[in-house]
């Protein structure tokens, strides 16, 4: 290899290598070829020689180092491009210890992490935290050996406590969930199934007398169906309740016939002496502890040039280009054919997809704040009258005396003729209360299913009607979605009504055994949430009925949402039609708008595979298509100016950390996994942490959804759910289908099959989703 294709070759590797992009392609396209610099004396050397001197200067980079450093900690171990890398013990000024194994200074493979108050860890970390097997010893006593997930207990693992209680089985974020068995200090145990680390479900209680519970548990307590045994061979078999009222079964003695004297409720006395322990709080988790700053001498930011569009050019060696310009003047012969092959490697390598990569863009900002969405519908208002009626019949429809609703019902309940007409005249009824809007009728569709769903999705009957029926009237959104209907917010954001067409109507009432079962058997499914489906028919010539269902609305959160997406998974049309200039934090954008992968934690990510493919299996099955996964993000960290903060990145100059204003950093987001009660305000797609990694598309083609990672990430809280669930795929989409298939791919098209949409469906969400290792 001649010097000057040597400086070409050097300059594209440096180039190359310098873009996030190229890091991950760099072996494939230049093979293990290394380039040293030539002196005059060495210009015939072989490619043997030159490998040997990189390799030499790559081993003198890794050595053993003993530092006392800047704030007085103190680091022992191996060494490599100015961080812990290999075996290395590090103690902390707090007297904090980790001997193990590091790289590139996180802590990374199997090491014992000790504190000063005696607790130690040793086990599998990675990236910093608790990770893998392991065992931690507590300073008073407990113990745990399991498995481990971003420092939370996740999987099987035994547990022994202080007070000399243990458990044997699952755990999930940190408490017991799923199979297990607790046992007592004093030798009572129960076995069977646990949820959200208390007792929940099927399982079985078993006291050192002899006597037991077999049965449905209940936070704790039996629930439902089960059978009480004594030793002595008698038993107590009924349905078992902490409401009196509920509570009813049947005594069978054993062979001697006797009376019997004892009170169900005494079960529930003698179980309360049997709570679950807690067991002590780690005192401050591993990756909250922070290292003393080290510069890689590999990743000094150099400056970059802007560009005449407001991109940033890509970081280049200068040198480099340098010598690349050498020939860029030369018009001798020499020159021409050396740019001749500097254009066949420029092609050569956009063929390969490396050159084609788009460079980094400019910082992004925070999207201007939008105003509070929708039009307060007051007194004048076109829809006034309607609001009312809506407002009196919600009233009427859960306000009256029912008896308590049972999650177990017979198919009659789910019955699409299960309805109830009232009449409401404005001087009122017997049932209905004088009003001053117009006379109209009032239906109730299946009134003990969704009752039913009321209760199940833990909501308060008082709180439901006060926000739909208080004082504070429903805002009108602007515009009519692309169905037609009309959507209408409750003032505290928490519900949403919407206007339902005939078909739909029919849809969700064919549907709503296999929705109920559906959201029954998995709490944290991501189908919009149902509570109510009504029908308001006016008085006049025209008879007009107007149907709408009530759900729950995704974006009622304390986070402000900044972006809005909507993602099918097809390219046709999925575009914001509106300029930049009028894009805010309450435009929704779609499919092709999208710019970044989503990283969720561990735990997290597995559930939520799994619950994308129950959902969508649920919705293949009830021939439902044209449905969209929506997300919110709230970015965590932005600059005065409005500039976000990518992970990991210092307070932007001229910033002070005064003016920077409080933000989640690491160690506060560690502190709300490690306590389990925070965990409260957190479920599957709801507030959910994560981090935002920017993507670039190598071009503009709408069939390419998903780009290509750029190393560029935000912490972000997410929240999404799977919306529009009334569609099935009728003659209209098929005919559609038909239609748009003759002038576009039939792949990219939204009104497809319900079996292809859902595979088409979850394969783009899992490519925008991933796991953040």
Not at 188 to 204: A, M, P, Q, V
Not at 342 to 359: V, W
Not at 548 to 565: A, D, T
Request: hydrophobic share 30%.
């Amino acid at each position: 290899m001649s010097k000057e294709q040597s400086y070409v070759l050097k300059a594209w590797e440096v180039t190359l290598r310098k873009t996030q992009q190229a890091k991950k392609r760099a072996n494939s396209v230049f093979g293990t070829v290394s380039v040293a610099p030539h002196t005059d004396h060495d210009v015939t050397s072989d490619e043997n020689d030159d490998e040997t001197t990189t390799n030499r200067n790559s081993l003198e980079e890794f050595y053993h180092a003993e530092r006392v450093l800047p704030n007085g900690d103190y680091y022992t171990g191996q060494w490599y491009d100015n961080f812990p890398h290999g075996q290395g013990k590090y103690l902390w000024t707090d007297g904090c210890m980790y001997i193990g194994e590091w790289y590139n200074g996180k802590t990374m493979g199997h090491g014992k992490f000790g504190w000063p108050s005696g607790a130690t860890y040793e086990g599998e970390f990675k990236s910093g935290y608790m990770d893998g097997i392991g065992t931690y010893m507590g300073p008073s006593g407990d113990a745990y050996k399991g498995q481990w997930v971003m420092n939370l207990k996740h999987g099987h693992g035994v547990k022994s406590f202080a007070n000399g209680d243990a458990y044997d089985g699952e755990w999930r974020r940190g408490l017991q969930e799923g199979q297990g068995k607790y046992q007592w200090s004093d030798g009572c145990h129960y076995t069977g199934e646990w949820k959200n680390g208390t007792i929940f479900g099927k399982g079985s209680f078993v006291w050192t007398n002899g006597n037991r519970y077999d049965g449905c548990w209940d936070e704790g307590f039996p629930r439902g169906n089960g059978t009480y045994k004594w030793d002595d061979g008698s038993f107590y078999v009924g349905n078992w309740s902490k409401d009196p009222e509920e509570m009813n079964g049947t005594y069978y003695p054993s062979g001697n016939e006797g009376s019997l004297e004892w009170d169900p409720k005494d079960l529930f006395n003698n179980l309360s002496e049997y709570t679950i322990c807690s067991g002590e709080r780690v005192p401050m988790l591993p990756s909250q502890k922070k290292l003393s700053v080290w510069n890689s001498s590999k990743r000094i930011e150099k400056p970059r040039r802007m560009l005449v569009d407001g991109r940033v050019s890509v970081d280049v060696d200068n040198r480099a280009f340098e010598k690349m310009n050498m020939w860029g003047n030369d018009t001798s012969e020499g020159g021409a054919d050396m740019r001749k092959e500097l254009d066949a490697e420029l092609m050569r390598l956009e063929a390969e997809g490396l050159h084609s990569l788009k460079p980094s863009a400019v910082p992004m900002k925070l999207p201007k704040a939008g105003r509070k969405q929708g039009e307060t519908i007051s007194k004048g208002h076109r829809n006034y009258d309607l609001m009312l009626n809506l407002q009196l019949g919600i009233r009427h429809s859960v306000g009256r005396q029912a008896p308590s609703a049972s999650l177990d019902l017979k198919p009659s309940a789910f019955d699409p003729k299960d309805k109830i007409w009232r009449r409401f005249p404005r001087e009122g009824t017997k049932y209905t209360p004088p009003h001053q809007s117009t006379e109209f009728k009032w239906k109730d569709y299946c009134p003990l299913v969704f009752r039913s769903l009321r209760k199940l999705f833990k909501v308060d009957p008082a709180d439901y009607m006060l926000s739909i029926c208080g004082d504070d009237a429903l805002r009108e959104l602007s515009s009519p979605g692309k169905s037609g209907s009309f959507f209408y917010l409750t003032n505290d954001d928490r519900y949403m009504i919407k206007t339902m067409k005939k078909s739909e109507t029919k849809v969700l009432l064919r549907m709503l055994a296999a929705y109920y079962n559906h959201v029954r058997a998995f709490e944290n499914s991501l189908v919009i949430r149902f509570f109510g489906l009504h029908c308001v028919k006016l008085n006049g010539p025209t008879q007009k009925k107007v149907r709408f269902v009530i759900m729950g609305n995704l974006f009622c959160s304390k986070y402000s949402v900044h972006r809005r997406f909507d993602l099918k998974g097809s390219s046709l049309g999925r575009t914001t039609d509106k300029p930049e200039s009028e894009i805010d934090s309450n435009t929704i954008l779609k499919d092709q708008d999208l710019g970044f992968i989503f990283r969720l934690q561990k735990a997290w990510y597995q559930e939520f595979i799994r619950q994308i493919d129950k959902d969508c299996e649920f919705l293949e099955q009830e021939r439902i298509m044209d449905y969209s996964l929506l997300v919110g993000i709230h970015f965590r960290e932005a600059s005065v100016a409005g500039e976000l903060i990518p992970s990991g990145a210092q307070t932007p100059i001229g910033e002070s950390e005064e003016d920077a204003g409080h933000r989640l950093s690491r160690s506060e987001v560690d502190d709300l996994l490690s306590e389990p009660s925070r965990w409260a305000s957190i479920r599957l797609g709801t507030n959910m942490p994560a981090r935002a990694e920017r993507m670039m598309r190598k071009n503009d083609s709408e069939l390419e959804l998903v780009g290509e990672p750029t190393g560029e990430f935000y912490d972000v809280v997410m929240i999404f759910g799977i919306i529009d669930i009334l569609q099935d795929y009728d003659i209209s989409k098929k005919l559609e289908h038909a239609y748009k298939s003759i002038q576009y791919d039939p792949t990219s098209i939204s009104a497809v099959d319900p079996r292809l949409y859902s595979r088409r469906f979850r394969d783009f969400i899992f490519k925008v989703f991933t796991d953040d290792n």
